[in-house]
């Protein structure tokens, strides 16, 4: 029988009550208990919570299980299988972050030819065409060049940063430590 744990001073903690330790895993997934999946939910709940967290406390996720469940806990099992979960997620992240960031250059160096394609266009259609139509033309063909720019602008001024954040926050729930509580009923 495990040993009850108790949570560490400063510490943030999560609390989940489970009625069994596998409804803290994904129940379609076979993988041995190391490997294992969380179920979404409390995935989602544990994400959520760690969003409140200070940024400098240590975290604890604090199970609550059956007593007679609990007899049955390895707990170095379950917190090497949690932490592994949000391993794979960090990682899984991080190539999603490099991936952006691969396509953000390559959409920045075929938008910024295409904006210079545009402009050298609009200075030939103003000079062919003069007037009205030559100004319309030109300044078509240079706003369609700023639109295609939009794409590497938007990675890079925008969509980058919610993914290094979430990168951030599967990092630290790697290292969560993982507590467990008997509750007697």
Known sequence: MPEQTQPRQNAFEIHIRLKSLEALFNS??????????????????????????????SLDLVLHLPDDTAAQVNDAEVGQSVAHYFSF?????????RNLLREGRQAALVGFL??????????????V??????TLLGEGLVIIGWVATWRPVSIFLYEWRPMRQQMRIYDRLARLNVVFLRDVR
């Open 28 to 57: 379609l997934d076979p993988s041995p208990l190391v490997e294992r999946d969380l179920d979404d939910t409390v995935e989602d709940y544990i994400v959520d919570c760690v969003r409140d967290a200070p940024h400098d406390a």
């Open 89 to 97: 997620l960090r990682d899984r992240q991080a190539r999603r972050l």
């Open 114 to 127: 295409f904006l210079g394609v545009c402009t050298l266009g609009a200075q030939a259609a103003k000079s």
């Open 129 to 134: 065409f003069g007037g009205a139509m030559g």
